[in-house]
């Protein structure tokens, strides 16, 4: 096996062409002249995942025998997308796959595009994910993901009449050749029930859960390979099982639909990324979710620590586990819970155990993402949990009295559990007491986490406060995602960009050359007819690949203003078609991204691009000097195809609201400029590429901030001082976007 990646020779060529002739043979039951694009990829990615297995095993042992430290990362989002690709990539078999399947009369490119993309995630918190996953492993750490095993992701976007349509994104529909399921595994996890206050044999105070109802959490585990195929870790996903096919007590009374409906509710807790949380009953399926992603996993992590250990006393300096932003917060009690009620260490020492393992990464500043649960929510899913959460809540406000002494306001700004109506657990608060590091994801959010989020928190420890700035991962979003720059980029300075991104700091004395500079823009070209084929397939609108590729992709979200995007489009248009103002260069406005189903105004955002888009691509007189294009259904396997060929890339934020971002680093790593606002990573990545090679406008986070404070921001008067915005909003208001839907978009003219 480790000779095949030496690339070619008539051995492992052969070899991998007998491996994928074994599995369409006895894994599909058929002949290779009656196959599918799906069954070929099928067979290709079993062959693939022979030798991740191997590699996966080798891996284990290896670190068994160094007594390694292990990293979990626990994450209720990987937004991993396809994996195919990124496997023969890091494993170096592409070349050797592509010449292999040739050989047969195939072609590697329809393989790879009869991949789905797992549905794990929704955007950059998970894709952040995916790619330290690929970090960790190329950088051979021992490092995993937990998460949930999905059945459906968040959902499949189609755009009817110009609105989003939601519906079900089955990922697994067809099954799935990129996991391992570990049914051998299995862990009981308990949810529910009451406590009873009871003494030990000591007469110390002990309580007990009781009454729980019983889930099972069965693991798959997905390889993840670093690059050079050295290292293999795994992402671990759990799927919920009822705890027996059917209660037979129920059964066997003749209640066969009731037995059947428990089993089905059980088996929901692990149906879909995001059950809507507008209602009591969602609001219950999400807390479920969230700590059955953390139960399975500390089950597990202890489990396999106890495998070589006899006490706790290693756990912290052999365990180290990562909290991906506040949904898998409750880990802090689950943690204390495990330590104390079922391994009988006394509360200090298990509380040193647990702050000592756990760190925590806050990803936003926004009100509506930090995370609160209803006290009585709460005591009824998870009655023990909020118990311990109630003590570490008065131990913790103990200290903070004898820190600040009679300060009220303080405590309540600091609480764990607050005591205004209605009561709440603040889930970021919990995180932060119950870590040892606490970090935000960019220069600017953590400096805003320090002094406008939690201030309290960072005068009590400023030890605990760090950043570390999102990043990427070149092998997906360049190697793999842009081949023909890579070969590029190799060709000019050599290969060690692909681990050490540095080292493209070499390309700079080669930048001036002529045929670098005409190179660059061929490819440059050969992408934007990529992505102009896959615009004609899936909006049949045209688009010229030599006209600027102005590109806007991400959540649709008021903060990330794709409104202003379309402000600026409309008023374009207008200075077109009232006063005969081309734009500089003819320009092709391209948008992708899902709205959260219950976020309406998101939705509206949606259907005006839409509508602006059809007028200005429908009328004469634009000559096609301006397109706009809308691309639905978002999702990694498409933005491979966008940031490649995306000239100019907007990250137009309001300052102080994107905590990094990461599209506007892989817009970077393929030559788009960036036009932004200094928001998130938007000021590194100016720091990086010089200010003269980044368009920064807009008022910036300490500005915006005083505007607030000083109360005296007045949208109206920009209204009656500036005649542009004035007629683009009266254009809004007069229905000149639509004329068939009278009153649409007032709303937008009302709001601002």
């Known amino acids: 096996m480790a000779g095949e990646q030496s690339m070619h020779g008539e051995v492992p060529l052969s070899a991998l062409q007998a491996s994928i002739r074994?599995?369409?043979?006895?894994?599909?039951?058929?002949?290779?002249?009656?196959?599918?694009?799906?069954?070929?990829?099928?067979?290709?990615?079993?062959?693939?995942?022979?030798?991740?297995?191997?590699?996966?095993?080798?891996?284990?042992?290896?670190?068994?025998?160094?007594?390694?430290?292990r990293l979990y990362y626990l994450s209720i989002e990987f937004l991993m997308g396809r994996s195919l690709s990124n496997n023969l990539y890091n494993l170096g078999l592409f070349d050797l796959c592509q010449e292999a399947l040739r050989t047969l009369g195939v072609d590697l490119a329809m393989v790879e595009e009869s991949e789905r993309d797992a549905a794990l995630g929704n955007g950059g918190l998970g894709r952040l994910a995916a790619c330290f996953l690929d970090s960790l492993a190329?950088?051979?750490?021992?490092?995993?993901?937990?998460?949930?095993?999905?059945?459906?992701?968040?959902?499949?976007?189609?755009?009817?009449?110009?609105?989003?349509?939601?519906?079900?994104?089955?990922?697994?529909?067809?099954?799935?050749?990129?996991?391992i399921e570990r049914i051998d595994e299995a862990c009981l996890i308990p949810v529910y029930g009451r406590n009873e206050h009871a003494l030990d044999r000591d007469g110390q105070y002990k309580p007990m859960w009781l009454d729980w109802k019983i889930l099972i959490g069965v693991p798959y585990d997905m390889p993840i390979v670093g690059y050079g195929g050295r290292t293999v870790n795994y992402l671990r996903l759990y799927s919920a099982r009822s705890s027996a096919e059917f209660d037979m007590q129920i059964f066997n009374a003749g209640d066969y639909i009731k037995a059947v409906e428990q089993k089905i509710a059980s088996e929901t807790i692990t149906k879909v990324l995001y059950p809507s949380d507008t209602v009591e009953a969602g609001q219950e399926l999400r807390l479920i979710q969230e700590y059955f992603l953390v139960a399975c996993a500390i089950r597990d992590i202890v489990k396999r620590y106890l495998q070589t250990h006899t006490t706790f006393d290693a756990f912290s300096s052999q365990v180290a586990i990562?909290?991906?932003?506040?949904?898998?917060?409750?880990?802090?009690?689950?943690?204390?819970?495990?330590?104390?009620?079922?391994?009988?260490?006394?509360?200090?020492?298990a509380w040193e155990i647990t702050q000592a393992t756990l760190g925590y990464t806050n990803h936003t500043l926004m009100p509506e993402a930090q995370e609160r649960w209803s006290i009585a929510l709460?005591?009824?899913?998870?009655?023990?949990?909020?118990?311990?959460?109630?003590?570490?809540?008065?131990?913790?406000?103990?200290?903070?009295?004898?820190?600040?002494?009679?300060?009220?306001?303080?405590?309540?700004?600091?609480?764990?559990?607050?005591?205004?109506?209605?009561?709440?657990?603040?889930?970021?608060?919990?995180?932060?007491?119950?870590?040892?590091?606490?970090?935000?994801?960019?220069?600017?959010?953590?400096?805003?986490?320090?002094?406008?989020?939690?201030?309290?928190?960072?005068?009590?420890?400023?030890?605990?406060?760090?950043n570390k700035t999102n990043g990427i991962t070149q092998r997906r979003w360049l190697l793999q995602a842009n081949p023909l720059l890579a070969q590029c980029l190799t060709n000019t300075i050599g290969d060690a960009w692909i681990t050490d991104l540095d080292a493209l700091q070499a390309l700079e004395p080669a930048a001036q050359d002529a045929g670098l500079q005409q190179e660059f823009r061929r490819i440059k070209r050969a992408n934007k007819e990529r992505l102009a084929k896959?615009?004609?397939?899936?909006?049949?609108?045209?688009?010229?690949?030599?006209?600027?590729?102005?590109v806007q992709v991400k959540r649709i979200h008021e903060y990330k203003r794709q409104l202003l995007n379309v402000l600026h489009i409309i008023h374009e248009y207008l200075c077109l078609?009232?006063?005969?103002?081309?734009?500089?260069?003819?320009?092709?406005?391209?948008?992708?991204?899902?709205?959260?189903?219950?976020?309406?105004?998101?939705?509206?955002?949606?259907?005006?691009?839409?509508?602006?888009g059809r007028v200005i691509n429908t009328d004469a007189r634009v000559h096609g000097q301006l397109r706009v294009v809308f691309l639905p259904d978002y999702r990694v396997s498409l933005a491979e195809k966008i940031i490649p060929a995306a000239d100019l890339s907007e990250q137009i934020s309001t300052a102080g609201t994107e905590a990094s971002g990461t599209s506007n680093m892989k817009f970077a790593l393929n030559g788009a400029l960036t036009i932004g606002t200094l928001d998130g990573a938007n000021i590194e990545i100016r720091e990086a590429v010089g200010a003269e090679n980044?368009?920064?406008?807009?008022?910036?986070?300490?500005?915006?901030?005083?505007?607030?404070?000083?109360?005296?921001?007045?949208?109206?008067?920009?209204?009656?001082?500036?005649p542009a915005l004035q007629r683009v909003l009266d254009a809004l208001y007069a229905d000149r976007f639509c004329p068939h839907e009278p009153g649409l978009f007032r709303w937008i003219y009302h709001t601002l």
């Open 22 to 69: 074994h599995y369409v043979r006895y894994a599909l039951g058929k002949e290779w002249q009656h196959l599918s694009g799906a069954e070929l990829f099928r067979a290709v990615a079993l062959a693939v995942r022979d030798r991740l297995v191997d590699r996966m095993l080798a891996t284990e042992a290896r670190y068994r025998q160094a007594h390694a430290k």
């Open 534 to 550: 896959v615009i004609r397939e899936l909006t049949r609108v045209t688009v010229d690949p030599d006209a600027l590729f102005d």
């Open 577 to 612: 078609i009232e006063e005969h103002q081309a734009p500089t260069v003819p320009r092709t406005y391209i948008f992708a991204g899902k709205a959260a189903p219950g976020y309406w105004a998101a939705k509206q955002i949606i259907k005006l691009i839409n509508n602006v």
């Open 322 to 349: 990562q909290l991906n932003d506040t949904h898998p917060a409750v880990t802090v009690a689950e943690l204390m819970r495990v330590l104390i009620d079922e391994n009988d260490l006394p509360w200090e020492r």
């Open 138 to 179: 190329t950088l051979d750490m021992p490092g995993y993901g937990y998460g949930i095993h999905y059945e459906y992701g968040l959902f499949q976007q189609e755009i009817s009449n110009g609105y989003q349509q939601e519906r079900p994104d089955h990922w697994l529909a067809a099954g799935t050749t990129r996991e």
């Open 378 to 466: 709460f005591e009824h899913v998870l009655p023990r949990h909020l118990q311990i959460i109630g003590e570490i809540n008065r131990r913790f406000l103990d200290y903070v009295t004898l820190v600040w002494p009679g300060e009220h306001e303080r405590l309540q700004r600091m609480a764990i559990l607050t005591e205004s109506e209605p009561k709440q657990v603040r889930m970021g608060h919990l995180a932060i007491v119950g870590s040892h590091a606490v970090n935000g994801v960019s220069a600017l959010h953590t400096e805003l986490v320090k002094t406008a989020l939690v201030p309290d928190f960072f005068q009590l420890w400023p030890e605990r406060f760090n």
């Open 694 to 722: 980044i368009f920064i406008f807009g008022l910036q986070a300490q500005e915006i901030h005083t505007l607030h404070a000083q109360g005296i921001y007045q949208p109206r008067e920009h209204y009656v001082r500036h």
